[in-house]
């Protein structure tokens, strides 16, 4: 019998791919000849494989890895031992290839980045995906991409793929610093703007820049310009670069807020802390603050931080102080000097009678801080029985004799020192009786003249009498140095007589009245009238009394003469 002529074709009827069952299947097709079929497989110039076992056909399958892509030669052979051969190419993968574009992103921080995929080599069309196992798309662009890395896939119809990795940059952050510069003032103390300057850091954004404040538009200015209104001041600010990014801020401008007035504490300058110690405080100002001053010429202290000021003797000064911003405040002050402590004397009395201690006197203190608070010395003089006492800011000096007293004072808060005298006088002589006669009293008058010269003391005198011994009367003094005293007789021959001066000083003096004696004949001769010529007798007396005596003959109640001649 004749068969017909034995054929063989082979064709790939499933490729390689990717896929979860990635073999290519070759498929072979064998007409005519006599069944049944064997067959050997030789890969690409290798050896050909041992017979198959026996198929009857028409077709069979063989399978291919993707790691055996090659040119397979089959050899068919039919039960005649006819043979045929079918060659076959199963073409190994050949994964798609992609490129990227990239726009990086615009502004540091921006996702506005953006890929655009372009696919090669594989096999039919390609779909893309940032992510590698699901997500593809057609559409080769993905947009919105922050700065970072990324991975890009594409495959294709045999869902083989490829993928490229693009980093997306960013330009560095656009940066910039403020430069304020507050308000000030100027050295008159006039205020000067503050200023706000914006400048880019270098090497971020992308130039050139353009600046904007307090929401006013954009231009090439970077520095605002305030004025101080007496008001905290905010302001804000935006940068931009050429791509548009922006860098945006705020801040306040400070106020002025200058010095407004000094306070000033020294301790008092004393006697013996001739210099002080002034200290400042003041009222508002900003930041560290300076002190210095700016008058006297003599004494310029320049700027300091220190708030006190030493070794400044009494004086008028002018103090400054001057806040961070160049803003100052000026005041004087005065220094006074120590208020000495003083003291004055007064004489209350001189010593009334000389000898005596009753002279007295007040000292008035003054200039001391505290009333009362001194202490006193008597310097010279002394007190004797007398005394010296004080009271508040007044000593009294009482019951001295006369002499100089110097008190020296010191003030117990200054140690200032300072004394004064009284001089306590007394009359330049005692009071006394130089003289004191009374008249004599006789028989026919018992009143006695006592005629009294006093001498020292104070005049004007007075003068009175009593009977001695007496004390010294208390009144009945009268104005007459010629007291009359009545001697009962001659029975009150003794008298004290008094002279009081001014000052009531008593001087005493006694007197004795001399009582006249009476008169006494002490001879009485007649002489002989028998020898005698003529015719009358002479009586010759002789008596003792006050002179002149008168005689006579009859009796008290005759004649008296001068002599006695009796004829």
Do not use: H
Request: charged fraction near 5%; aromatic fraction near 8%.
């Amino acid at each position: 019998m004749v068969y017909p002529q034995l054929t063989a074709a082979g064709t790939v009827t499933k490729e390689l791919d990717c896929t979860a069952t990635p073999n290519a299947t070759i498929t072979v097709t064998i007409g005519g000849g006599r069944s049944t079929y064997t067959y050997t497989v030789q890969k690409g110039a290798g050896a050909p494989s041992a017979a198959s076992a026996p198929i009857t056909g028409p077709t069979f399958t063989y399978t291919v890895t993707p790691a055996n892509a090659d040119t397979y030669t089959f050899v068919i052979t039919d039960s005649n031992s006819c043979t045929r051969t079918a060659v076959v190419t199963v073409a190994p993968i050949s994964n798609p290839t992609v490129t990227a574009v990239q726009t990086n992103a615009s502004c540091n921080g921006a996702a506005d980045g953006s890929v655009t995929l372009t696919g090669a080599g594989g096999s039919g069309s390609f779909t893309y995906s940032n992510n590698p196992t699901t997500g593809f798309t057609t559409n080769p662009v993905f947009t919105g991409l922050a700065a970072g890395t990324y991975t890009f896939y594409v495959k294709d119809s045999k869902n083989c793929s490829g993928s490229v990795a693009v980093t997306i940059t960013q330009p560095i952050t656009l940066a910039a610093t403020v430069a304020v510069v507050p308000f000030t003032c100027n050295t008159s103390n006039a205020k000067v703007a503050g200023t706000v300057t914006i400048n880019v850091t270098a090497g971020t954004g992308t130039a050139p820049y353009e600046y904007s404040f307090n929401g006013s538009g954009y231009s090439s200015n970077n520095v605002l310009t305030l004025n101080d209104n007496g008001a905290n001041q905010a302001y804000t600010y935006s940068v931009r670069d050429a791509k548009g990014c922006p860098v945006t801020g705020n801040g306040t401008l400070l106020r002025l807020n200058p010095p407004t007035d000094l306070t000033f504490a020294s301790p008092a300058v004393t006697c013996t802390a001739t210099t002080t110690t002034v200290t400042l405080t003041a009222v508002n100002g900003v930041g560290a603050l300076q002190y210095e001053t700016i008058a006297p010429s003599t004494v310029i202290i320049a700027k300091q931080t220190s708030n006190a000021f030493a070794s400044l003797a009494p004086g008028s000064y002018t103090f400054r102080v001057t806040d961070a911003n160049g803003c100052y405040y000026t005041e004087p002050y005065i220094v006074n000097p120590v208020t000495p402590i003083a003291i004055t004397g007064n004489k209350t009395s001189d010593v009334l009678c000389r000898g005596g201690s009753t002279g007295s006197g007040t000292y008035t203190v003054s200039g001391n801080a505290v009333v009362g608070a001194y202490t006193f010395t008597l310097t010279a003089g002394t007190l004797g029985s007398g005394t010296l006492t004080q009271s508040g800011n007044t000593l009294t000096l009482s019951n001295v004799a006369a002499g100089t007293y110097t008190v020296q004072v010191t003030d117990t808060a200054t140690g200032c020192t300072n004394s004064t005298s009284i001089v306590i006088g007394q009359p330049a002589a005692a009071l006394a009786i130089t003289t004191a006669v009374g008249t004599n009293v006789n028989c026919n008058n018992d009143n006695s003249q006592i005629t009294v010269t006093a001498t020292g003391g104070t005049p004007n005198y007075t003068y009175a009498f009593a009977k001695s011994p007496s004390t010294v009367p208390t009144s009945t003094y009268g104005n007459s140095a010629v007291l009359t005293v009545d001697t009962n007789s001659g029975a009150d021959l003794v008298w004290d007589v008094y002279v009081k001066d001014a000052n009531g000083c008593i001087a005493k003096s006694t007197v004795t009245v001399i009582l006249d004696a009476m008169p006494a004949i002490t001879n009485v001769t007649v002489n002989n009238q028998c020898t005698a010529s003529g015719s009358g007798f002479t009586i010759t007396a002789t008596a003792t009394g006050l002179a002149p005596l008168t005689y006579g003959i009859n009796g008290p109640t005759g004649a008296f003469q001068t002599s006695i001649l009796l004829q």
